[in-house]
């Protein structure tokens, strides 16, 4: 009789127990994807970019604007400086002034991650065409179910931060989803919102399921 | 009474007990005959109920099991493929939403009834003839509760998203469940039930798994024991315990009714003709009531033969029951006449179309078949030679059920085949695939059943002890 | 669908495999990753485009101008394109002809586009090749022939291209002997030539059915699939439109119920063989009407000669204003109908001559020549073009008998298989063309994607094999700057073509012709002839049918399971009797029947048609075509499920071997036929079992006979009381059970014009494809599966000739107090602040509970995960739109995908959503304008002002869901019925 | 280090009567032990009434507030949505659940409290007194004077009818 609260309250430990057994992360709701950072196919610095040469959102991803989609820029808008910037500062800097100790003309510095990028436009190091182009599957970290619409124009035209939904991306040395994108992380800002005074009514802000789902 | 004398004829002869000094049975109701045949002893109640259990088993259990079992894989195999597959195994249609799988849930809840009725109303009626029969009646409705809940979630586009019809806090904002819809209720109400039935019938299990427990050695004696709560039949427990089954009762009677109406208001909270109407619920408990008894009928009569309960299981329980069954069956009787006459009074010419189309529409003979098994059949128990014969309140009692069951089939299929719009009327015809869900809910119903009667005690001893004659005040020396 | 949005590089596969299988795990997914804390999906990719062409931007939708192909008829259309392909063709508002409108056949067209059957690369003796090898071999011999002066045909159906026809007049004036032949499936060709004998010039006058008061069509379904439906239908409706004081009369003079009849004010059954003799009836009135000396004496009695007197008398009091047409291509019909109109001074007024028509060129006597050089073995090259001879002609024509056989068709079809050479042709949404379906009436065909198939048109071929290396663009191009530019008098070419091309079409003055005079001497050459067939016999009609036509787009699932807009039936052809007849011979619907001609037999399921001259069956064409095989593992497949293929493993059955082959052409009405009741029976798949709102006379209870589900009245009661119609029978009170507090500040809702609609069905074909609804076959259509989001219910009343139709386009009426909404137990189906009753698939259990529920029965189940394997079709999906799972409810959402992004729009450039914004797919695609959308709340929107029309009800109002779709009674102007339905009971 | 009499009959009335008997001789009956209820008992051993119903009824009420709060608050407060133009507070619907729940907390209370206060629970092991699950009915004695030589007991114990007696120490 004695042993019988002690086995009730060892059971009662052990359920929240049973939750936090897979993995080490801390437990999270279903859909919650936030923290995922997956290795890219080529190592894409938004610090560098987005960071320390503050390049705008708007340059790469120009879809926001106009459609649904943000979009993942296409090739030929990173050749618009990587035509002639090919390598880190430094490693240029390197390379001079190790030719003019050779007293050589400076070699063409290619950093190997925008080798990457030259092969997949199939060229060379001097930028000449050697072979089909092949497009770049960049794996995609921000993903919402198929059965959900967003639509990044309309979020755009109400001046909502891209930080707002995507975190310090600037800061970023591999792009990580912050947020958890979950339906009721969309909704409770929507709830918010919706609560905001003024907003004529093409701006409202909706909370019907029809907003995102059909 | 020719019936008895019958009856008793087919009462294996048994040795009387030695001990046992010769007493007048039946005092505990002087006027009729007793309630528990054959002039039993406490002990003789604990060997007699025991000694199924404690037997081998018989062949016929053995053929019985396979067959249940069999029907039961059939519905498995069913299920599995309706699951994998879709819906569209079914017959239905775009019209015709529901067809054989919500016809059963209906069947089974109704089943369920008679368990609780006879456990709880007739404990607080004080009704002593229940104490024969009210374990398996019990058992009946979990069993039959647990078919019932099958169909609901088979049914279901996506039944592995069944979950989704409980209220628990989610990532969707938290996003619930919609609490005015009657199928919700459904959820709510049924699993209410089955809880409450099975926590009475175990409740009412501990003394007679104490008897087992104090009978039985080896392992049996270990998980008797284990299952039996250390029960020691103290008069400080007796006392509690009599108390927490009037509570459990008290609080059964009016769950036993709320669960039916409930489920009747999946249809009449609706707006098809021939669901949206107010007489549904009590229509829907009767019938309830009234299906219950007769698949209890059906049991005992089988029950009784082959376990040889002749003496538990009398005349008078039969008779008794049969009395309830001619009394509810005239009831649902007046239930399909107001039905009819609603519809008629109500003006209404979707209503009036409904009935029309049930009375002479292309599915006619299913109405027909309903109003003759429910109404009519039970009438010949007025008879005193139909009561006589145990076979022919047999074959009532399944007539009975086949009827309830057009009842439901009626209600819903027909209601739904020809609604509002001449354009989108339509018909049903039921698959192989459905056939196979209800053959398997019938092998998993009779499956339990049969080890329910082969590891437990069927009746309860404990109580039919107490309905026993007492002895006289004994002389000492 | 998110991933593929943003990649056009992507394997095809991709784009649907990540969607099905999450949708297929979804519920699994969910359940395994509460169990594992977090587990993330499969890895998806997103892949995108290397160079970013300036229009192209992955999710954004754009339009591209441009003609549609399906039919000849050239209807404008604004092809609706993402990333790089068209998903969707909408009518262009702005073409003269089409005037926006666009039937089901050319909404299903874009379907084709994705058709993986299509023919990819030349083909030489039954084997691929390469264009190059083709080309030079038929280069050389085509030279050969020039020299050696060889006999050339070039056979094509109707070509109002200029620029083709230009190709074409090149190519066969190389040849000493070359000769360009063409003909029309459905041939026009008696009409051609009767203004011919008549007025001098071979023309199809155009008729301008919005000038008509009074219409006598003599089995012309003109709304329906005759020549120009689209147009006509529009016309038709403006022309019916309820002007106070205009009384619109159209009366159909037929064998057959068709969709024209159906909505005909009257009806008058005339067997074939007495559409002529009643003509000249008709004739000889108006000749006594007009005073004038009877020509047509010599024509025997007039068959129901009081009657058609009688409309005589009606159609002369309307003289100028009347429209007299005839569907029958037999020269005599034609000589008198054109008579009749010349009598009534139609002719330039409700008849235009001087705009004719080119949708129908097609020669029969030219034709029938053919057949006799093919017969005789005299042909030495045959190029064959937008036609399929072997399948239209019934083989009549020995192709094989000609030294050389060129073909160019998309399709490996039954003309192509049997060819020594197939140069295919491409798809008219990856091509260059132009047309003139009217003279002056010039369009233009431009690519909306690039060629997904290695083809090249007719023009460029015969251009090539004449040494012209030039593309169809630039061919195209050339025709136009040295042919119709020149005609605009505008100065620049470029900046005229570049307009052009955006516009879809320039219209220009047609060229000045001398006036035609009318001579009636060809009249004299008129014969009587035999009545009625033998006695016993009946007369076979052989019919097009809307959707399938000349059986060009039977490879179309959208059109196979279109269930047609009269009999309701889907994915079959059958032989029509009328009920009468079929009880006489023991015939009940299904039964197979064996029909017997002079030309042959064939046997098919009979189909008991109410309306239908006794002494007539029936038959569609365009049924039993190679390559509709592909059916047969169309919808799901499970253990009970039904093959949709006969089993001689093709769709319905070719009827076009029962043509009549005369010296004037083909006779596709009249044939005298014999009926054999065969031992088999065929279930059709028809979506409606019950046909009438009267109910079962055993089941009606007194006062309840009829239901008023579709209300309509006569002009002369709508004037008497024009709130009569839409009065209820049980008025509802206005006074709720509690009280109504989720009034929005806009509340979408629809009216539906039952007056204009003319149950042409277009709208279901643009509801499918705008909505991604699948194709369920026809056992899943047998079962009452089908997955059409709006459908249109069909009614009949009466019977024969006194039999009235009634149309009603049913859809899910976003009911305010839904009862849908309130049984499901998990939210799945709620209504939006905007009056949206919004359907969640993926929250959706799927209970049926609220289909049960539904009154109008609008809501449709996903029985099945339906085939979406053929990935290439999948491209033809509406990006915009979940593609439904198993198990999952679905039914008509308003289009709310076209709803958010009109809103999206509008809050991008920062105003309010003003009326109109919206166009939802059926009420865009409504040749008729039947439709309105909008903001009921908005008092000075079109659909309010159009919901206060006192024609205006709501359907079941006495439920008191309070639905957003009002319907506007329909009014005819034929004689009132007793059982109208407005006033059931 | 308990000692108490033990005495077992073979019908209830003989218990009944023997529990008069015993206290007219001075024996204090403790407790009883039978194979089913036997009426008048707990009035002979001075047993009170069972507070079971209070605790049902707490329970009944937690379950009732629990369902009406919880419905109101998920379907009006936390997310108002509009289900077929009804009130997003439709008390009506929600009586159903309301009900439901007060008997689920009702009857579960009853069953843990009767198990609780009775000490029964799964697996408890006890030696019941031979045959007292089937047809015997013992009692325990305890005299008043514990200077009562052991056999005078059981003596005075068969004297009131008990078919046997003897003497049993508890721990």
């Known amino acids: 009789m004695a042993a019988n609260p002690l086995r009730v309250a060892l059971f009662v430990a052990l359920v929240p127990a049973a939750f936090l057994l897979p993995g080490s992360s801390p437990p999270r709701l279903p859909g919650d994807h936030s923290g995922y950072a997956p290795e890219q196919p080529i190592h894409f610095s938004h610090r560098l970019h987005a960071g320390e040469l503050s390049i705008d959102c708007r340059y790469c991803h120009f879809g926001a604007w106009e459609s649904r989609h943000a979009g993942i820029p296409p090739a030929s808008v990173c050749m618009n400086c990587h035509a002639s910037v090919s390598a880190g500062f430094d490693a240029q800097m390197a390379e001079r002034a190790a030719a003019v100790a050779e007293s050589r003309d400076p070699r063409r510095v290619v950093s190997p991650e925008i080798a990457k990028l030259y092969a997949a436009l199939g060229l060379d190091e001097t930028l000449t065409q050697q072979s089909a182009p092949t497009p770049i599957p960049w794996v995609r970290v921000h993903d919402l179910p198929d059965f959900t619409w967003f639509d990044h124009r309309v979020h755009v035209a109400r001046a909502i931060a891209c930080e707002t939904c995507h975190g310090p991306v600037q800061s970023m040395e591999r792009i990580r989803q912050v947020s958890s994108l979950s339906m009721g992380w969309c909704v409770d800002c929507h709830r918010a919102s919706a609560a905001e005074p003024g907003g004529n009514s093409a701006q409202h802000v909706s909370t019907d399921c029809s907003a995102c789902h059909f | 009474m020719a019936a008895e004398l019958e009856v008793l004829a087919h009462a294996p002869t048994r040795a009387p007990n030695p001990h046992a000094p010769s007493r007048p049975s039946g005092c505990a109701v002087p006027s009729e005959e007793p309630l528990i045949g054959g002039g039993k002893t406490l002990t003789q109640v604990t060997r007699d109920v025991c000694a199924p259990l404690e037997r081998r088993p018989t062949f016929a259990w053995w053929a019985a099991l396979c067959a249940a079992l069999a029907m039961l894989l059939f519905g498995v195999w069913a299920v599995g493929y309706q699951t994998a597959t879709g819906i569209g195994t079914w017959g239905l249609n775009r019209t015709v939403g529901w067809g054989f799988d919500i016809t059963n849930f209906v069947f089974w809840v109704g089943i369920g009834h008679a368990g609780t009725l006879i456990s709880a109303v007739l404990l607080l009626f004080r009704q002593k003839w229940r104490t024969s029969i009210n374990r398996s009646a019990e058992a009946m409705t979990i069993f039959a509760v647990l078919c019932a809940a099958l169909f609901p979630v088979i049914h279901m586009g996506r039944p592995w998203l069944a979950f989704w019809v409980f209220p628990y806090p989610n990532a969707r904002g938290s996003l619930w469940i919609n609490w005015r819809s009657a199928l919700l209720w459904d959820v709510f109400a049924i699993s209410t039930y089955f809880t409450i039935s099975l926590l009475f019938w175990y409740v009412g299990l501990i003394p007679d798994l104490a008897t087992l427990r104090d009978r039985a050695r080896g392992w049996r004696k270990k998980l008797f024991g284990w299952l039996s709560f250390g029960w020691d039949g103290s008069g400080r427990t007796w006392s509690r315990y009599e108390m927490a089954c009037m509570l459990l009762a008290s609080l059964a009677t009016p769950l036993v009714v709320s669960v039916h109406s409930v489920v009747s208001t999946d249809f009449a909270t609706s707006v098809v003709p021939g669901w949206h109407t107010t007489v549904l619920p009590p229509y829907f408990v009767i019938g309830a009531v009234f299906s219950g008894f007769a698949m209890v009928l059906t049991l005992m009569l089988i029950a009784r033969r082959v376990m040889r309960f002749e003496d538990y299981i009398t005349v008078r329980h039969i008779h008794a029951m049969c009395k309830v069954l001619v009394f509810t069956g005239s009831i649902v009787g007046l239930a399909y006449a107001t039905e009819l006459f609603t519809a008629w009074y109500s003006g209404n010419e979707y209503e009036m179309f409904a009935f029309e189309n049930r009375l002479h529409g292309p599915m006619a003979w299913a109405y027909w078949i309903m109003v003759s098994c429910n109404v009519f059949v039970p009438q010949l128990l007025w008879l005193r030679r139909v009561r006589g014969s145990m076979v022919a309140i047999f074959v009532i009692s399944l007539l009975v059920n086949v009827g309830m069951w057009f009842e439901r089939f009626v209600i819903i299929v027909v209601s739904l085949q020809r609604d509002f719009l001449p354009s989108s009327w339509s018909s049903y015809c039921p698959t192989l695939v459905e056939f196979g869900a209800m053959v398997g809910a019938f092998g998993l119903f009779f499956t339990l059943f049969l080890l329910f009667c082969r590891f437990l005690p069927m009746i309860s001893m404990f109580e039919v002890k107490t309905v026993l004659a007492p002895a006289h005040p004994k002389e000492h020396a | 669908m998110e991933t593929h949005d943003d990649n056009l590089l992507l394997p095809f596969e991709d784009t649907t495999s990540s969607r099905r299988s999450f949708l297929r795990t979804v519920g699994f997914g969910i359940a395994s990753a509460a169990m594992a804390g977090c587990s993330r999906g499969p890895v998806r990719y997103v892949v995108p485009s290397l160079a970013p062409s300036p229009e192209i931007l992955p999710g954004r939708a754009y339009w591209i101008a441009t003609t549609c192909g399906a039919c000849s008829a050239g209807c404008g259309v604004l092809a609706k394109c993402r990333d790089g392909r068209p998903i969707k063709l909408e009518g262009n508002r702005a073409h003269p002809a089409s005037l926006g409108g666009l039937c089901a056949v050319g909404q299903a067209s874009v379907l084709s586009l994705y058709d993986s059957m299509r023919l990819d690369g030349a083909r030489r003796g039954g084997a691929s090749a390469s264009f190059e090898d083709c080309d030079r071999e038929l280069t050389r011999i085509f030279a050969e022939l020039e020299r050696s002066g060889g006999r050339v045909r070039l056979l094509t159906g109707s070509v109002h291209s200029p620029s083709t026809r230009a190709a074409i007049a090149r190519f066969v004036a190389r040849f000493a002997d070359g000769r360009h032949v063409s003909y029309d499936p ?266 997904l198939r290695s083809t090249r048109s007719l023009r460029a071929s015969l251009a090539r094999w004449s040494g012209d290396a030039r593309s169809d663009r630039d061919l195209v191009r050339a025709h136009w700057r040295s042919e119709i530019f020149p005609r605009s008098g505008e100065s620049d070419f470029d900046l005229f073509f570049e307009r052009a091309l955006q516009a879809g079409f320039v219209e220009l003055e047609p060229r000045a012709r001398r006036s035609l005079a009318f001579r009636p001497d060809a009249l004299a050459q008129l014969a009587p002839r035999a009545q009625s067939p033998a006695p016993g016999a009946l ?217 204009r609609c003319t149950g042409c069905s277009a709208c279901v074909i643009a509801c499918q494809a705008e909505n991604n609804v699948p194709v369920v076959g026809k056992d899943e259509v047998l079962r009452h599966r089908e997955m059409s989001w709006i459908r249109i219910d069909r009614y009949y009343q009466g019977e024969g000739e006194e039999l009235r139709t009634l149309h009603q386009p049913m859809l899910c009426q976003h009911c305010a107090h839904a009862p849908c909404e309130s049984v499901c137990p998990v939210l799945a189906t709620v209504h939006s602040a905007e009056g949206l009753n919004q359907q969640i698939y993926n929250r959706c259990v799927g209970t049926r509970y609220c289909s049960n529920t539904c009154p109008y029965k609008v809501r449709r189940f996903n029985w099945f995960d339906y085939p979406h394997e053929d990935a290439l079709a999948n491209q033809a999906l509406n990006p915009d739109v979940t593609v439904r799972s198993r198990g999952v409810m679905e039914k008509c959402s308003f289009c709310v995908q076209r709803i958010q992004e009109a809103k999206a729009r509008a809050s991008v450039e920062g105003r309010a959503l003003a009326d109109g914004d919206v166009q939802l797919a059926c009420q865009q695609s409504c040749p008729a304008n039947a439709i309105v959308f909008g903001d009921l709340e908005n008092p000075s929107s079109r659909v309010s002002a159009s919901a206060s029309d006192p024609r205006a009800y709501t359907l079941l109002e006495e439920l008191n869901v309070q639905p957003s779709i009002r319907y506007l009674a329909h009014v005819h102007s034929g004689r009132s019925t007793k059982k109208e339905s407005g006033h059931g009971g | 280090m308990k000692r108490r009499h033990l005495a077992s009959f073979d019908d209830e009335h003989a218990l009944l009567g023997a529990i008069a008997r015993c206290r007219a001789a001075q024996l204090d009956v403790v407790e009883a032990w039978s194979p089913h209820p036997v009426h008048g008992l707990d009035a002979q051993l001075g047993i009170p009434r069972s507070r079971l119903p209070m605790l049902a009824f707490a329970g009944g009420a937690t379950g009732l507030v629990l369902g009406t709060v919880f419905q109101y608050w998920s379907s009006a407060v936390d997310w108002p949505i509009d289900v077929g133009g009804k009130p997003f507070d439709s008390l009506p619907a929600f009586m159903p659940v309301m009900f439901e729940l007060t008997v689920l907390c009702a009857g579960l209370t009853t069953v843990f409290a009767l198990l609780a206060r009775s000490r029964l629970w799964p697996g408890k092991v006890v030696r019941a007194h031979p045959g007292v699950t089937d047809d015997r009915f013992v009692l325990a004695a305890v005299p008043r004077d514990p200077t009562l030589p052991a056999h005078e007991v059981d003596r005075m114990l068969l004297a009131a009818g008990a078919e046997r007696a003897w003497e049993e120490t508890i721990p």
């Open chain 3, 539 to 755: 007369a076979l009609v052989l019919y097009a049918k809307v959707g399938l036509l000349d059986g060009r787009h039977a490879h179309n699932p959208w059109l196979q399971e279109l269930s047609d807009p009269v009999t309701k039936i889907a994915w079959d052809n059958y032989a029509c009797l009328a009920p009468t007849t079929a009880a006489t011979l023991g015939i009940g619907e299904g039964d197979v029947v064996r029909v017997h001609t002079e030309q042959g037999a064939i046997e098919l399921p009979a189909h008991l048609q109410s309306g239908q001259h006794e002494g007539v069956v029936a038959v569609a064409l365009g049924y039993g075509r190679v390559g509709t095989g592909r059916f047969a593992r169309v919808g799901p497949h499970w253990l009970d499920a039904q093959p949709t293929v006969a089993s001689d493993g093709v769709v319905g059955v070719h009827a076009g071997p029962l043509v009549v082959w005369g010296s004037a052409g083909r006779s596709f009405a009249g044939a005298p036929a014999r009926l054999d009741r065969l031992a088999r029976n065929v279930s059709l798949a028809c979506t409606q079992d019950y046909h009438s709102l009267e109910l079962p006379a055993a089941l009606a209870s007194h006062g309840h006979e009829v239901r008023d589900a579709v209300r309509s009245t006569s002009h002369a009661e709508h004037a008497a009381d024009p709130h009569a119609v839409a009065r209820s029978k049980h008025p509802v009170a206005d006074q709720d059970l509690w009280p109504d507090d989720h009034r929005g500040e806009r509340r979408w809702g629809m009216t539906i014009d039952l007056a």
């Open chain 3, 186 to 451: 459905l041939p026009a060709s008696a009409t051609l030539t009767a203004y011919e004998l008549l007025f001098g010039r071979r023309l199809l006058p155009s008729p301008q059915f919005e000038r008509a008061r009074t219409i006598l069509a003599f089995d012309a379904d003109f709304l329906g699939t005759w020549i120009s439906p689209v147009e006509f239908g529009a016309a038709y409706t403006r022309g019916r439109e309820l002007a106070p004081g205009a009384k619109f009369r159209h009366i159909q003079l037929e064998s057959r119920l068709s969709l024209t009849g159906s909505r005909a004010d009257e009806r008058v059954l005339l067997a074939p063989w007495e559409t002529a003799p009643a003509l000249a009836g008709l004739c000889a009135e108006l000749e006594r009407l007009a005073g004038l000396p009877s020509r047509l004496a010599q024509l025997g009695a007039t068959p129901r000669s009081e009657r058609i007197a009688a409309l005589a008398h009606e159609v002369w009091a309307s003289r100028g204003a009347s429209l007299v047409l005839c569907g029958i291509d037999e020269l005599e019909s034609q000589l008198l109908c054109a008579y009749a109109n010349e009598l009534l001074g139609n002719h330039g007024a409700t008849l235009d001559l001087a705009r004719p028509s080119q949708r129908r060129l097609g020669d029969e006597r030219a034709l029938g020549e053919l057949a006799a050089e093919l017969d005789a073995g005299s042909v030495d090259a045959l190029v064959i073009a937008g036609v399929n001879p072997a399948y239209d002609l019934g083989g009549r024509l020995a192709l094989a008998r000609a030294k050389h056989v060129i073909v160019a068709s998309e399709a490996l079809d039954e003309t192509a298989v049997a060819a020594g050479w197939v140069c295919p042709a491409p798809h008219a949404l990856e091509a260059w063309d132009d047309g003139e379906p009217r003279e002056g009436l010039f369009v233009l065909t431009q690519p909306t994607v690039p060629a």
